[in-house]
């Protein structure tokens, strides 16, 4: 037996975990799943802490920065990312 | 021509596109399959793009070249630009003498012609590179068939054209909520801001996926080139804000520039309305324009 990782990253709402998932993407390190960009409407947890207690682990929160000066308006990447693992057996 | 009305330019400014439907006559989309060349299916994806480089009919076109100049006279894409709702859509966003930056003929392979290969879909990206301008290009995107589901139509989201992203840096990202996917009867055009988030689908089916994407720059001013004759004249005026009553107009300007989109984070939604007001300011030629107070309680400044 070895371990793969699973990687599930959600893009929320606001930087709180309980708040809506607005994007989302899937990674199998295991190779049985292959996800692509568009293969979804819905997302698979409705929140982040749904995700937690299906027994996904938090690994990374994108950080709240300052707003630099001249650019506060200025938009641009998914702001509330976050990323979870999976550790799952597997066979050769 | 038939040019954009104000509630149509609106929704441009807050949704990033517009979708004509069917608005390409049967006959100039034939055309333009003959001129695109000959099918084969069997070819592998760059000895097909290799063989229509070669065979197309299609025109080479220098970037910077008028549009006006750009496709000869009589063929398909020629007649393409003469359709009143193209060269109305046009006029309105880019104005009366766009330059084109480069056109495209973009397929997506049936897993017949991918050998080993499953069919995979585009990642997210927005074209060219960071974009900090107000001012825009457009891409016209020229469906000459019918696409089915499985065909892998265009994939886009609505309302993501004022990010400033860097290109392919959005790949990470699978699915979006809000995100559409092109289906559509043949002669289909999406009129899109340059800075719409984009990729193309997998395409399952037994038949390629043709799709012209045509890129044009204003060389002018962009503002009033529309048919402001419907612009309502209270349309300066504000109007009660978050204790609204009952009552919604959706076609009002300001309810098309502050209307959320299913993946706007709660913040980032009220940067998105300020940003899309200083669009319509642009489109409007008038800086005194706001929406629901979002810039004048900014600017309120002494």
């Known amino acids: 037996m070895m371990q793969r990782q699973q990687v599930l990253v959600l893009y929320l709402a606001s930087s709180a975990l309980d708040t809506p998932t607005v994007g989302w993407a899937f990674y199998d390190g295991t190779g049985v799943e292959r996800h692509m960009a568009g293969d979804q409407d819905e997302p698979p947890y409705k929140t982040g802490l749904e995700a937690l207690m299906d027994g996904w682990r938090l690994i990374q929160a994108s950080s709240l920065h300052s707003h630099e000066q001249g650019n506060e308006f200025v938009t641009d990447y998914l702001k509330y990312e976050f990323f979870f693992e999976k550790l799952v057996e597997t066979t050769p | ?302």
């Not at chain 2, 229509?52 to 894409?77: D, F, H, I, Q």
């Not at chain 2, 300066?236 to 309810?255: C, K, S």
């Open chain 2, 1 to 302: 021509m038939t040019l954009l009305s104000s509630p149509d330019v609106a929704r441009f400014v807050a949704r990033g596109f517009l979708r004509l439907d069917a608005v390409v006559p049967d006959d100039i989309n034939r055309q333009f399959l003959k001129e695109m060349g000959p099918e084969t299916a069997e070819e592998m994806p760059l000895a097909h793009y290799g063989r229509l480089m070669k065979e197309s009919r299609l025109p080479l076109v220098a970037a910077g070249t008028p549009l006006s100049k750009a496709y000869p006279n009589t063929s398909a894409l020629s007649r393409f630009f003469e359709l009143e709702d193209i060269t109305g859509a046009v006029h309105s966003l880019v104005g009366a003498e766009p330059v084109v930056d480069h056109h495209f003929l973009h397929i997506t392979f049936p897993p017949a012609a991918l050998g080993e290969k499953s069919p995979v879909s585009q990642h997210w990206h927005q074209d060219s590179t960071i974009d900090p301008r107000r001012a825009f290009d457009i891409q016209l995107m020229y469906f000459p068939h019918t696409v089915t589901a499985e065909m892998g139509g265009t994939r886009y989201l609505p309302g993501s054209h004022l990010r400033r992203v860097s290109e392919a840096a959005i790949s990470r990202y699978q699915n979006i909520k809000g995100q559409q996917r092109v289906t559509c009867e043949a002669g289909t055009v999406l009129v899109m801001h340059s800075g719409i988030w984009h990729g193309g689908g997998a395409n399952i089916s037994d038949q390629h996926r043709y799709m012209f994407k045509i890129r044009l720059c204003p060389t002018g001013a962009q503002s009033s080139q529309w048919d402001l004759r419907d612009l309502p004249a209270d349309h300066l005026r504000q109007r009660p804000i978050f204790w609204v009553g009952d009552t919604r107009e959706p076609d009002h300007i300001h309810t098309i520039l502050t209307e959320p989109e299913p993946w706007f984070e709660f913040d980032t939604s009220r940067l998105e309305y300020i940003n899309r007001i200083k669009l319509w300011r642009y489109m409007l030629g008038d800086e005194s324009f706001d929406a629901d107070y979002w810039l004048t309680r900014l600017e309120n400044d002494y």
